[in-house]
């Protein structure tokens, strides 16, 4: 129901990042030869009323240290 739109893996294929567009969230797994949920936040602000999508995930140009979402 969370509804997975994009994903990511990390350089050193440990972490997968999956964009749910219908949550607004995005959630972590780790990656051991099956996938481990971490972690998933939210995509928007806590106070936020309306209805959105979340639509592209990506990493920093400059490296792994940011990950960044846009919503629609």
Not at 37 to 46: D, E, F, R
Not at 56 to 67: A, M, S, V
Request: proline letters at 7%; aromatic letters at 12%.
């Amino acid at each position: 129901g969370a509804g997975p739109r994009h994903l990511l893996i990390n350089r050193d294929r440990e972490y997968i990042y999956v964009l749910n567009e219908l949550q607004s969230s995005i959630t972590a797994y780790r990656f051991q030869n099956m996938l481990y949920p971490v972690q998933t936040i939210s995509t928007l602000p806590p106070d936020f009323v309306g209805v959105n999508t979340a639509a592209e995930i990506l990493f920093h140009p400059h490296g792994e240290k940011y990950l960044y979402a846009s919503n629609r």
